[in-house]
Nanobody, 127 residues
Framework: QVQLVESGGGLVQAGGSLRLSCAAS????????MGWFRQAPGKEREFVAA????????NYADSVKGRFTISRDNAKNTVYLQMNSLKPEDTAVYYC????????????????????WGQGTQVTVSS
């Protein structure tokens, strides 16, 4: 079992930056590939970014590529999502999730393949 708690969300103007954190407790997060997803009002949850257990392999949705960076610190059991050049369309509740994967395999892009989820943190980008 692993518990995930997101933090770092908030209100920011377009063009600004935020860094989300996802702290894991219970079984260490290094045992899991990690992903970030988001869900805007009235829309389906969508994949944002994922990272391997090793931290060396990452994957991004086209909509955030070049603006967002996922990273992890296994010693701190924490995964981060650095979000730069934010746009109003990035407004959503952001969730982190953990999936059982091999060490070098990036976390899945499909939410159904994740085993554990956090409660989410709201990100609002004003125009």
């Amino acid at each position: 079992q692993v518990q995930l708690v997101e933090s770092g969300g908030g209100l920011v103007q377009a063009g600004g930056s935020l860094r989300l954190s996802c702290a894991a407790s219970g079984r260490t997060s290094s045992s899991y590939g990690m992903g970030w997803f988001r869900q805007a009002p009235g829309k389906e949850r969508e994949f944002v970014a994922a990272i391997s257990r090793s931290g060396g392999n990452t994957n991004y949705a086209d909509s955030v590529k070049g603006r967002f960076t996922i990273s992890r610190d296994n010693a701190k059991n924490t995964v981060y999502l650095q979000m730069n050049s934010l746009k109003p369309e990035d407004t959503a509740v952001y969730y982190c999730a953990a999936a059982k994967t091999s060490f070098y395999v990036v976390g899945p892009t499909t939410g159904g393949r994740y085993d554990y989820w956090g409660q989410g943190t709201q990100v609002t980008v004003s125009s």
